[in-house]
């Protein structure tokens, strides 16, 4: 296995991190579309229910948290998935946004990295 200093040109990438919420009646799902900016909901195909999911940036931050509050959603119901960009071919060292890191650490959520 090959070792890296911090002179070697392996070339560094932004994970595309989502929060996602898991088992919200109707009406929160629509709330959450409305209130939080490019949010997206769709019904839950093996549960009742339906899923949330929006893009963790620094102009969702804000608005993810006050639907929390405002709402009394469980940190359980929550979780911050990392996408893997489309084109990754060869060593890549991949980093996560510090805007989900501050979400992970407010909310201490589930955690998960997809590859497709």
Avoid: W
Avoid at 12 to 25: A, E, H, K, T, Y
Avoid at 30 to 56: W, Y
Wanted: glycine share 4%.
């Amino acid at each position: 296995m090959k070792q890296y200093s911090l002179g070697d040109s392996m070339s560094n990438q932004q994970l595309i991190s989502f929060f996602v919420i898991r088992g919200l009646d109707k009406l929160q799902a629509l709330t959450f579309r409305s209130e939080v900016m490019d949010a997206t909901h769709k019904p839950l195909e093996q549960e009742q229910g339906f899923e949330v999911k929006v893009t963790i940036n620094a102009f969702t931050l804000d608005d993810i948290n006050l639907f929390l509050i405002r709402q009394k959603v469980s940190a359980a119901l929550c979780s911050i998935e990392h996408q893997l960009p489309e084109r990754t071919e060869g060593s890549k060292r991949f980093e996560i946004s510090q805007e989900a890191l501050q979400l992970q650490q407010q909310l201490s959520c589930k955690m998960a990295i997809l590859v497709s």
